[in-house]
């Protein structure tokens, strides 16, 4: 199944988990490089003040729900239970069922504890996946040399997590010159993935506060509903907005 929503007139790709992984793998056997956005709110509120981001995001293969909150109005939890793309949760299960083919990846984000973590992720969800280099973003960096740093090791995935609105520029800038077959840019919901990574401190253990622990901070659940009340306000301010315009005209 794939279809898609408009969420603050911005198309983002509804599909199946299932049809997610069988698009991966296509996308993987493609010459053409082929972008993945996870879609953060606040990459949607970039595109709708900015028209000049919103033609870039356009330019994307597919625009996946990164978090929940973005389904605010859709009931993100019926979808999840029909087994569809509703967070980037999904990137790890894309990772677990690649097609056992000698896959490489390389890390292109915003820090070496970042770059740490994005590792450790990758090898747990896919042991067989290559890391086969990293960089760590830096505006003080050329981006000719970035360029030329990812293409040497020629990697089937690049992955990008870089500070949302900046990420999805550069992506673009440099699609026709990165020497890949696929780019997933995570920035934005890459702090979700993470916290599946972060230990938990000692003293938690110690208190036997584990299951407390795992689940206000690795899966963020006071957070995740905070953000999806506010986003709710904003898509309906929104819509009041563009029905105002077209009561004026």
Known sequence: MQASVKIMDIDVDMLSN??????????????????????????????????????????????????????????????????????????????????????????????????????????????????????????????AAIVNEINSHIPDILLVDLPTGMQEKWIMEHVSLLNAKLCIAIGGVAGLIMAQEKKTPMWIKRLHLDGLYHKLVREQTVKKDFRARIFRKKVVQYNNQIDEKKDDN
């Open 18 to 143: 299932d049809v997610f992984i069988e698009k991966i793998n296509e996308y993987l056997t493609d010459e053409r490089l082929e972008v993945i956005l996870f879609a953060s709110t606040e990459l949607l509120n970039y595109a709708v003040q900015e028209e000049e981001y919103r033609e870039v995001i356009d330019r994307a293969e597919l625009v996946l729900p990164g978090e929940e909150a973005l389904l605010s109005a859709y009931h993100a939890d019926v979808l999840e239970a029909g087994d569809m793309v509703v967070s980037c949760k999904s990137f790890g299960m894309v990772l677990e069922k690649l097609k056992k083919e000698d896959r490489t990846i390389y890390i292109l984000s915003k820090g070496e504890e970042d770059i740490r973590l994005l590792t450790g992720y990758c090898k747990r969800m896919q042991p067989e996946l290559k890391i086969v280099g990293d960089c760590s973003y830096s505006e003080d960096l050329d981006d």
